[in-house]
């Protein structure tokens, strides 16, 4: 079979397992081609496992329309969020603190997070997400 032609790669975001084709997914779909109907079915199916979880979704369109995507990990600032059990980061990150994580659960996360981060090892993608963390107010101890 011969390879197929790219029309365009594009980014979205979407939470695992229950997405719906309401904006902003529908519409981005629709403008590079894609069913988002048909999108979202199998979107779902596959990320039934990440239930709510906001995950990332590269999204490739081929010329006849046709179209494949690959799931990410989900974004360290949700994941953050998640362990400091926190509705969302500080507005003013060096006045305001949010909570604290110890850089065991920054190293966690950069193993879940993995291929998506460009680090070469451990310990640089666990500084990584920590610099995250002080951006979004969580202090990092350890």
Request: charged share 25%; with cysteine; glycine share 10%.
């Amino acid at each position: 079979m011969a390879k197929k032609e790219i029309t365009v790669q594009f980014k979205l975001q979407a939470p695992g397992g229950t997405a719906t084709p309401a904006p902003p997914i529908g519409p981005a779909l629709g403008q590079h081609g894609v069913n988002p109907g048909q999108f979202i079915q199998q979107f779902n199916a596959a990320s039934a496992h990440l239930k709510g979880k906001v995950i990332g979704v590269l999204v490739t369109v081929y010329k006849d329309r046709t179209f494949s995507f690959e799931l990410k990990s989900p974004p360290a600032s949700v994941m953050l969020k998640d362990a400091v059990k926190a509705e969302k980061g500080s507005g003013e990150p060096n006045k305001n603190k949010i909570g604290k994580v110890t850089m065991a659960q920054c190293k966690a996360i950069a193993k879940e997070k993995g291929k998506d981060l460009n680090a070469f090892d451990e310990d640089h993608a666990a500084r990584i997400i920590a610099g995250t963390a002080r951006s979004m107010g969580i202090t990092v101890e350890g």
